[in-house]
């Protein structure tokens, strides 16, 4: 049964506007600095792709790591019809999320139907990235493809950073509240009893296999519409787009920030972006991979003393928040 | 266009050499995965850093990287029981996305460890004597992955043996089937897992050392060797060994006809193309028991 009423909108929509209005006070702090404002826009890119892994890998408990396929796959698809077509990413974008959406259901649906779960799952989706790495060297060739210059509404692209941040905030804003919605949805009260136990969850009649592949469908669908967003952040694209130690690494954020909390996925996404950009920025000339060492460790003392990741810390915080804001609103 | 018979002949010699090799590695993982239960993608981490332990040693000592075997084996054995103690103890029955998580960021660690150390060039080892070829008519035999092959086939049936024949491998056996039964039997289950998981790093430092006689250490082939080797598991079935030296055989000559035939490139796909297939239509394995 899901009950949205006005409080659950409430619950759903405000952190959204929140996460919106401060995102948006961030170039001006900077005081339009391009470099502060890119970084921004890639932490956002970064925070939205973690919040999409949070469905599949989150409330579903599937360890997912393809989540660059469908980046690419979308991403390149949208692009590529730029450049060839002239045809808009608005459009683009959406025909990326469906071909994304696409393929999630072709893997997927075999998947599920033959019961593949735990590390066969993971296994499945880190080969996809790779057979997508090796067959986009053989179509799109081992070069980088740089987008030509073309600026305006028209191509979502511009001269500074700042119009392409706004864009994707907003999207961010959007995958917050579903992310926050489907929680509190009927899917999300399956999904999560899908992944506390599996079996338990089919015994008491939930379509087991529907609602995962439900999930992954609409994590796949949300990359493909990213990808187009990620790849003009990154300014370029080229096989190397399909990769897999990215695909490890959202899923890092993921479990870092806890399984299935938005608040500890979301602060996750945003502290490692900017203690990578930190430590690259003034040691990677001497340690390369520094940042990774870093997250390596995170990951293991995470996993062995605190499963439930960021999230027990940010959890608490939002409760006195919401706790606060309610005794206000009411 | 077909290719001559003496290049088909040679690519599956080659792969054949390779699938052994392979079978040392996977039964590595596949013990720790088998008999403990513990998903661990860090497993060709370790061949990395072995590699790169070999390549240190055999360069400084002007020997063959496969004597140096002598020195890796017990130090990542004795490497394995503190990891062991150390971060999978703790991870022992967790759900599998806890274990997989732990074990990423300890191939993580690993593999920037080397990169920061090494950078990201390929070495190898410039002392080798088994770096020839004996020229056989038909086909020419490159000695070094002969000898890797021989050894890593009598090691992988000297394991076969440990285990089937043994009062250790009873225990071992035993564990993998029950655990709780096996302690009820007077098994320290605890020191079972800890010699599994010791002997699966210490033939990843084996395999290291026999790899390292023809091929190069860079900080990435952790991450190809882990994933492949769970492709074999994967294709072999937790049956046994034969199951497991057939599969890495099939893996191992699938990659290197397709190397000869097509391109590089397909070939480092093509096994896993075959893994997903064979999951979708035989999850239990190629050679696993229903």
Redesign the interface.
């Given at each position: 049964m899901t009950q949205v009423n006005s409080r659950n909108i409430f619950s759903i929509v405000l952190p959204s506007l929140i996460v919106v209005l401060a995102g948006a006070t961030i170039p001006f702090l900077v005081g339009f600095n391009q470099y502060y404002v890119l970084l921004a826009l890639q932490s956002v890119i970064m925070a939205s792709i973690a919040l999409a892994w949070n469905i599949i890998g989150g409330y579903a408990g599937q360890l997912d790591l393809a989540s660059f396929a469908y980046i690419g796959l979308g991403g390149i698809l949208a692009t590529m019809l730029m450049i060839e077509h002239n045809i808009t990413p608005w459009l683009g974008m959406f025909l990326g999320a469906g071909v994304s959406a696409a393929l999630a259901f072709i893997i997927g649906f075999p998947l599920f139907r033959f019961g593949i779960k735990g590390v066969w799952y993971a296994l499945s989706t880190a080969a996809l990235v790779v057979i997508l790495h090796e067959a986009s060297i053989m179509i799109l060739g081992p070069f980088d493809y740089y987008i030509p210059f073309v600026e305006g509404w028209y191509y979502i692209r511009f001269r500074t950073w700042e119009n392409l941040y706004y864009f994707s905030l907003a999207v961010l804003a959007f995958i917050i509240s579903l992310n926050l919605y489907i929680s509190r949805s009927k899917l999300g009260y399956y999904l999560k009893a899908i992944r506390e136990d599996e079996v338990a969850a089919e015994a008491v009649g939930i379509n087991v296999r529907k609602y995962k592949l439900l999930a992954l469908v609409i994590y796949a669908s949300i990359l493909g519409f990213i990808g187009y967003l990620y790849i003009v952040s990154q300014r370029t694209f080229s096989y190397n787009t399909f990769s897999g130690p990215q695909s490890v690494y959202v899923a890092i954020i993921g479990i870092v920030g806890g399984l299935g909390s938005v608040s500890g996925v979301f602060s996750a996404a945003l502290i490692l972006k900017i203690v990578e950009e930190y430590l690259r920025g003034y040691l990677g000339g001497v340690l390369p991979g520094l940042h990774l060492l870093l997250f390596g460790t995170l990951l293991i003392v995470v996993g062995i003393l605190r499963p439930e990741g960021l999230s027990s810390l940010t959890d608490t915080l939002t409760r006195k928040i919401k706790v606060k804001v309610l005794r206000w609103y009411t | 266009m077909l290719p001559s018979p003496g290049l088909l002949f040679q690519s599956v010699l080659d792969g054949i050499f390779l699938g052994f090799l392979y079978s040392l590695i996977a039964l590595g993982l596949s013990l720790v995965?088998g008999v403990m239960g513990i998903?661990n993608f860090a497993h060709g981490d370790f061949i990395m850093l072995g590699s790169y332990l070999v390549w240190i040693l055999a360069n400084s000592l002007r020997s063959d990287p496969s004597l140096m075997s002598i020195a890796t084996v017990p130090l990542f054995f004795v490497m394995g029981a503190a990891i062991y103690t150390a971060?999978i103890r703790?991870?022992l029955g967790?759900?599998?996305?806890?274990?997989?998580?732990?074990t990423?960021?300890?191939?993580?660690?690993l593999?920037?460890?080397a990169?920061?150390m090494f950078?990201?060039e390929p070495r190898a080892v410039q002392t080798t004597y088994l770096n020839f070829y004996l020229n056989l008519g038909l086909v020419s035999v490159h000695v070094a992955k002969l000898i890797s092959a021989l050894l890593s086939l009598f090691i992988v049936l000297g394991v076969h043996y440990l285990l089937t024949k043994t009062w250790v491998g009873l225990a071992i056996r035993a564990t993998a089937y029950d655990r709780e039964v096996a302690s009820l039997m007077g098994i320290n289950v605890g020191k079972v897992f800890l010699l599994v998981f010791s002997l699966g790093i210490a033939l990843t430092g084996l395999a290291a050392s026999l790899w390292m006689t023809f091929g190069q250490a860079d900080?990435y082939i952790g991450?190809s060797f882990g994933?492949l080797t769970?492709?074999i598991i994967?294709l072999g079935g937790l049956g046994g060994v034969s199951g497991l030296l057939a599969s890495s055989v099939i893996v191992g000559v699938i990659q290197s006809l397709t190397m000869t035939l097509v391109?590089p490139?397909?070939s480092?796909?093509i096994p896993?193309?075959v893994?997903?297939i064979v999951?979708?239509?035989r999850?239990q394995g190629l050679f696993g028991k229903g």
């Amino acid at each position: 049964m899901t009950q949205v009423n006005s409080r659950n909108i409430f619950s759903i929509v405000l952190p959204s506007l929140i996460v919106v209005l401060a995102g948006a006070t961030i170039p001006f702090l900077v005081g339009f600095n391009q470099y502060y404002v890119l970084l921004a826009l890639q932490s956002v890119i970064m925070a939205s792709i973690a919040l999409a892994w949070n469905i599949i890998g989150g409330y579903a408990g599937q360890l997912d790591l393809a989540s660059f396929a469908y980046i690419g796959l979308g991403g390149i698809l949208a692009t590529m019809l730029m450049i060839e077509h002239n045809i808009t990413p608005w459009l683009g974008m959406f025909l990326g999320a469906g071909v994304s959406a696409a393929l999630a259901f072709i893997i997927g649906f075999p998947l599920f139907r033959f019961g593949i779960k735990g590390v066969w799952y993971a296994l499945s989706t880190a080969a996809l990235v790779v057979i997508l790495h090796e067959a986009s060297i053989m179509i799109l060739g081992p070069f980088d493809y740089y987008i030509p210059f073309v600026e305006g509404w028209y191509y979502i692209r511009f001269r500074t950073w700042e119009n392409l941040y706004y864009f994707s905030l907003a999207v961010l804003a959007f995958i917050i509240s579903l992310n926050l919605y489907i929680s509190r949805s009927k899917l999300g009260y399956y999904l999560k009893a899908i992944r506390e136990d599996e079996v338990a969850a089919e015994a008491v009649g939930i379509n087991v296999r529907k609602y995962k592949l439900l999930a992954l469908v609409i994590y796949a669908s949300i990359l493909g519409f990213i990808g187009y967003l990620y790849i003009v952040s990154q300014r370029t694209f080229s096989y190397n787009t399909f990769s897999g130690p990215q695909s490890v690494y959202v899923a890092i954020i993921g479990i870092v920030g806890g399984l299935g909390s938005v608040s500890g996925v979301f602060s996750a996404a945003l502290i490692l972006k900017i203690v990578e950009e930190y430590l690259r920025g003034y040691l990677g000339g001497v340690l390369p991979g520094l940042h990774l060492l870093l997250f390596g460790t995170l990951l293991i003392v995470v996993g062995i003393l605190r499963p439930e990741g960021l999230s027990s810390l940010t959890d608490t915080l939002t409760r006195k928040i919401k706790v606060k804001v309610l005794r206000w609103y009411t | 266009m077909l290719p001559s018979p003496g290049l088909l002949f040679q690519s599956v010699l080659d792969g054949i050499f390779l699938g052994f090799l392979y079978s040392l590695i996977a039964l590595g993982l596949s013990l720790v995965f088998g008999v403990m239960g513990i998903i661990n993608f860090a497993h060709g981490d370790f061949i990395m850093l072995g590699s790169y332990l070999v390549w240190i040693l055999a360069n400084s000592l002007r020997s063959d990287p496969s004597l140096m075997s002598i020195a890796t084996v017990p130090l990542f054995f004795v490497m394995g029981a503190a990891i062991y103690t150390a971060i999978i103890r703790p991870v022992l029955g967790k759900e599998p996305l806890i274990q997989i998580a732990v074990t990423v960021g300890v191939g993580y660690v690993l593999q920037n460890l080397a990169l920061m150390m090494f950078r990201a060039e390929p070495r190898a080892v410039q002392t080798t004597y088994l770096n020839f070829y004996l020229n056989l008519g038909l086909v020419s035999v490159h000695v070094a992955k002969l000898i890797s092959a021989l050894l890593s086939l009598f090691i992988v049936l000297g394991v076969h043996y440990l285990l089937t024949k043994t009062w250790v491998g009873l225990a071992i056996r035993a564990t993998a089937y029950d655990r709780e039964v096996a302690s009820l039997m007077g098994i320290n289950v605890g020191k079972v897992f800890l010699l599994v998981f010791s002997l699966g790093i210490a033939l990843t430092g084996l395999a290291a050392s026999l790899w390292m006689t023809f091929g190069q250490a860079d900080p990435y082939i952790g991450s190809s060797f882990g994933l492949l080797t769970w492709v074999i598991i994967a294709l072999g079935g937790l049956g046994g060994v034969s199951g497991l030296l057939a599969s890495s055989v099939i893996v191992g000559v699938i990659q290197s006809l397709t190397m000869t035939l097509v391109s590089p490139t397909v070939s480092l796909a093509i096994p896993y193309v075959v893994f997903i297939i064979v999951l979708w239509f035989r999850p239990q394995g190629l050679f696993g028991k229903g």
